[in-house]
């Protein structure tokens, strides 16, 4: 076991030092890849769409029989109500959302050249209402996630595809992404690298720790724990907790950021949400 994890440390450390200043999103993402192919070597990249339950066949068994009456089901139905209802000024999330909708979530997050911000799906689906003249969203509301769980729905299978275009603005939060996935905070010191690359695969308490790739194909995910189907920033806000550090807001720029490193990360990955989780 120690010679794994010290390897895995290792690798981990070339890899944030291989993916520093001069590496760009492509090269961090062949890294990456390379990194997880090495660390498990019988696991196809693709299947950590399935995060930890590509790496526990126990845990995995009871997944699946999770997955037999999906609980995000009832979400996928009130979603696709929501969806076929028109906005306060008649128009449509079809009209708005544009090309393909629903079919959009492979697109997500995005980096807009009118903010120079990133733009994650549920801002696109605030901006739809707010422009129609409707009140927004709470981002963490049964709302939104429930839109968002057809919109994944609609999505599955779809390959994920975004971009980091050639604009110093997309790059610099490309990068601030990174950074935060890759810098050490909270009492206990530990990066989002520390468990989802470095340790990768242990046991931390009951839980096993999945890989960073895949992390975004899967969202929203219905949590027993939570006992409703919720965004992934609540993860990154409970991943952040966990660890002892202030956690940031839903949607908040960080996080926007750390989605879109995450997501690019993902790259080439197929779409597969909704999903359940422990
Ligand atoms: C102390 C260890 C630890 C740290 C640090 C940590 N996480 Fe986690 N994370 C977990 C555990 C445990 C789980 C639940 C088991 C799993 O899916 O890996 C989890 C789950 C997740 C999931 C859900 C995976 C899925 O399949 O649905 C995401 C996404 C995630 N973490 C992202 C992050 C990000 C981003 C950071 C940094 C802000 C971070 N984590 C930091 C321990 C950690």
Known sequence: MLPTLRQGV????????????????????????????????????????????????????????????????I???????????????????????????????????????????VETLEQRINGCRTAAGDEPWDYLGAEMSSLMAFIAYESRDETIAV???????????????????????????????????????????AERLSAALGHTTHWPVYRLKWKEVGPLHKRFIECNSQVRAVPLEAQSESYRNLEYFLTYMSNGMALNGPASRK
């Open 10 to 73: 290792y690798t981990a450390l070339l890899l944030v030092i291989g993916a520093s200043a001069m590496a760009g999103p492509e090269e961090d993402r062949a890294a990456l890849r390379a990194f997880y192919e090495q660390r498990f070597p019988d696991v196809a990249l693709d299947a950590h769409g399935d995060g930890a339950y590509a790496l526990d066949a126990d845990k995995r068994d009871q997944w699946l029989e999770m997955e037999d009456f999906p609980p995000y089901e």
């Open 75 to 117: 979400a996928i139905d009130d979603g696709a109500e929501l969806y076929d209802s028109p906005l306060a000024d008649g128009s449509s999330y079809e009209d708005c959302l544009g090309d393909g909708a629903p079919v959009v979530k492979q697109h997500f997050p995005r980096f807009d050249p009118e903010s120079g911000q």
């Open 163 to 205: 971009e980091v275009p050639d604009d110093p603005r997309a790059q610099a939060a490309y990068n601030d992404g990174k950074e935060f996935f890759y810098t050490r905070r909270g009492q206990l010191n530990f990066a989002c690298s520390s468990c989802h690359v470095s340790m990768a695969g242990n046991a931390l308490r």
